[in-house]
Nanobody, 118 residues
Framework: QVQLVESGGGLVQPGGSLRLSCAASRSIASIYSMGWYRQAPGKQRELVATIISGDRRNYADSVKGRFTISRDNAKNTVYLQMNSLKPEDTAVYYC????????????WGQGTQVTVSS
């Protein structure tokens, strides 16, 4: 089992910034990928960003240029820096731990709420 503890969510005004953190109870150094997904009310969960072994990064088109995913292997932690936030970024953000390619062995965090509103 892997426990994932997310933090950093909250209420922010449009144009503001937040940094999400996800601390894993096991090593992230050699797993396939870590990622962030989000789910807005009435919508399906969607990919926000992933960082894959070898430091390849993928982003949803809607967040490219605004969000940055990074990781600290020594702390077993992955981060999501979110800048220029928009109201449509409002969602519950979930951390994903994927030890192998494919979703069969995924672990998920409990989610952290991000609300962008004036």
């Amino acid at each position: 089992q892997v426990q994932l503890v997310e933090s950093g969510g909250g209420l922010v005004q449009p144009g503001g910034s937040l940094r999400l953190s996800c601390a894993a109870s096991r090593s992230i150094a050699s797993i396939y990928s870590m990622g962030w997904y989000r789910q807005a009310p009435g919508k399906q969960r969607e990919l926000v960003a992933t960082i894959i072994s070898g430091d390849r990064r993928n982003y949803a088109d809607s967040v490219k240029g605004r969000f940055t995913i990074s990781r600290d292997n020594a702390k077993n932690t992955v981060y999501l820096q979110m800048n220029s936030l928009k109201p449509e970024d409002t969602a519950v953000y979930y951390c994903n731990y994927r030890p192998f390619p494919g979703t069969a062995r995924d672990y998920w965090g409990q989610g952290t709420q991000v609300t962008v509103s004036s």
